[in-house]
């Protein structure tokens, strides 16, 4: 009997399949993306519209995708699917970062160091494009896998003819400005790389060194030690052996004491304050010189300007000076000054007039000879190589105090790894203050430009605050070069309009390569003369510009020279690190040439760590490779991940990490089925759709609380709060519809008639919800929702094949109308909770087997009572699947479990006290009865 009334219900049924096998499905699906132009469909759809620019950060184009890459890109087309939905047209152009060392680096060890040095310059850079080209296709490819929509076709290029026409424009810009200029600096050396790194390409981490005390002897006496009989030293301490050769000056702290030591017949000079610790390190007993039967302990003022013996170049001498900088914690008070390596050192010297001595050339190696200025005894040497026998020598003369090892923080190259030097050498600079730049640049940052997470304007703020001079130049192949040239005949720099203008028009037509291969004389015209001497014959110069600013003019090079797009762009959006890159060297140069910033807003994310938030890398075996994740769980799995953590800081991934990812998207999926197993080929949103006010109650509150998540969903897209909205998705999907809304309705779907008010009333509800998570997932779930759409009826996906095509939802009531709600929403659930947990106990106590065998007798307060009876009551029996819910008005709030009235109709299994034979149906309740029609 009960099996023939099974043929009478409404059972589910749907063709979309409970496995994903996304693996497979998705790349057939990418391959229908490209070849019907979804990206371009969707331009087309919104075209006219206002413009909403998301410009992409070029990722570097050497190696295969990371997992950071995927999270990068994932983010962005995030963002650019949900502008998309709102209606506003979302080009977007995918860039790639192509100059720099790290490729150049590449093609050099490809060809051996020896071959490549004489190779001509055209020739490897035609490698470095080559190297450059391939990758990108490489990169490409992973990113289209990864479901990401742009204009994959028309990607922009930094080695793009045009692009290398916008740095020299921008160049321009800032040189009319007089803003550029050339000087003699310490800047940050790799000579792994052999050139000149910024502040944005130093990374510091732990070095272990050599912590040497060395004494240098002064040539006269200091005021109050004319009696002394023996030697007077300066003890000095560095941390870098090797900058002793170049030593001119020593720097005391001004306003602290100092004290002479009595050793060995010598008096000692040392900050009063460490000289008893010194003392004890170097094995000396602490004994200061007595001068009128009291310690020579004098003001660091006494010793300024007295010389003393240069420590390796006989008849040299050095000078005391004072600086503030001078450490009182560590060391002996007193810092010997190499001003052509250290920063410090350089300020200090120059403030003082003195010129400055750099013995070491591009490869960190000591100019060869004998004078000062030269490497005299460790000519040739590499700095690290002479480390050692500067220290030997210096035992050998007596005037090594002592020798340690000292782990300490030390500026590394970001792109090679290798501690770096300090050198003083021609660069070419970018002034920050001499016109305004840092000062608008803060400006811009504070006052104009959105910063998400917001703190992200304090961190980019303080570095603009505190950076020294951009150095631009650098010293190797692959870039686009500084455009000067100097005169043959005199040896003048030559950089004016005319010859700026001459190679922005070369580099249009020719690129950058013809730098390297055209004279002067047949592209500069009447440019081609040295405005000093008058004469005719110009050579190129061999810098080029810093990578950051090739990437950094790309708000010229692509937003403002292609049309689709536009200056400034409403976002940009990268790592952390990027505050010191390309998310300042865009500012510096757009700030530079034009006052403002070249984004309206910057979305700044963490990095990607492991499950134990280690780095990831091949050593750990802890790499997760975004396209093998793609070949074994499917792209939605990583894109899903995106979305569900909080990017606005690190973020960890790992195989269990996916895993979980993995469950939660059966979650949704299994939704998706569900709702389509309801509607798909049975509902007609245009015939079958019930209007709000028509409602059963109980959807009438579905309706609201979606309304109430959708305003959720929509605020964390707004603001890039991507976890906020997968919570608030996932969190309806699991707690609320599978394990409560859905299981209520089965009743009503599977039992009442076809057609009937009350079934359509929730297939409405369902239809409203297929229509919400198709669109508020579809920025996440890409490919998945593509697939959605397949099987729902296309009255609810506005008659479109793609997700991507998808207008954003919009709930039949106001977020105002879905609050009106709020009260009998809280009620209802709360009651359900107390319910909830005394049919645990009863089923517990074996009371029943099925909630629908028993009836709820529950008394609740006066407040709740009125809400649960009042004009938006809703069906609890229903709600809670049990057979009645008698309420009553009382003080506290209980609920007890009694058996249910009537007996259980042999189609829906519901107890009904109408159970009974009704024409050729027997034992069935009425409503069932009214279903079979009759
Ligand atoms: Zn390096
Ligand atoms: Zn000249
Ligand atoms: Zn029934």
Known sequence: MANEYKQTMNLPKTGFPMRAGLSKSEPKRLKDWQGNKVYEQVLKKNEGHKKFVLHDGPPYANGPIHIGHAMNKISKDIINRYQAMQGYETPYVPGWDCH???????????????????????????????????????????????????????????LYHQHDAADIEVFKAMFDRGMIYRGHKPVHWCKHCHTALAEAEIEYSDETSPSIFVRFELTSKPAGLEGFDGPVDFIIWTTTPWTIPSDQAVSLKPGEKYVAVEHDGRAEIMLEKLAPSCCEQFGWEYTPVQIDGADYVVDAEVFYHLHYKQPVFDGIEGVALLADYVGTEDGTGIVHNSPGHGADDYYVCVKEGMDICMPVDDDGKFYVGDEFGCGGPFSGMDTDEANPHIIEFLRERGTLVMEKKITHSYPHCWRCKHPVLFRATDQWFVSMDKTGLREIAADQIKNHVKWYPAHAANRIGAMVEQRPDWCISRQRNWGVPIPSYTCADCGEKVMNDDTLDAVIKLFHEKGSDAWFTDEPASYLGDACVCPKCGGHHLKTDRDILDVWWDSGVSWKAVCEYRDELQYPADVYLEGSDQHRGWFQSSLLTSVGANDIA??????????????????MSKSLGNVIDPNKVCDE??????????????????????????????????????TYRFLLSELEGQFDPEHDRVAFDELMPLDKLMVARLTQVQAEVDDAYASYEFPRAYRALYDFVVTELSNVYLDALKDRLYCEKLGSLKRRSAQTVLAELLSMLLRDMQPILAYTTDEVMAYAPAGIVDNQKYAALLDWYKSPITFEEANEFEGILEASLELRSVVTKALEEARAAGTFTKSQQVKVKATVPAEMYELLCGDKAVDLAEFYIVSAVELTSGDELTATIEPADGECCDRCWNYRTDVATYGAHEHVCARCAAALGE
């Open 100 to 158: 720099g060392q790290p490729i150049e680096h590449k093609v050099e060890e490809k060809l051996g160091t020896a071959k490549f040095n004489e190779t001509p310059v055209a020739k490897i850079r035609e490698l470095c494009n080559e190297f450059a080209v391939e990758n990108i296709e490489l990169q490409k490819a992973g990113f289209r896998r990864l479901g990401v929509l742009g204009d994959w076709d028309n990607p922009y290029l930094t």
């Open 598 to 615: 070249p984004y309206k807003a910057v979305v700044s994310q963490g990095f990607t760590l492991d499950g134990k938030g280690r780095k």
């Open 633 to 670: 769980m499917g792209a939605d799995i990583i894109r899903l991940w995106v979305s569900s953590v909080d990017t606005s800081s690190d973020v960890s991934i790992d195989h269990e990490i996916l895993a979980r990812t993995s469950d939660a998207y059966r979650r949704f999926r299994n």
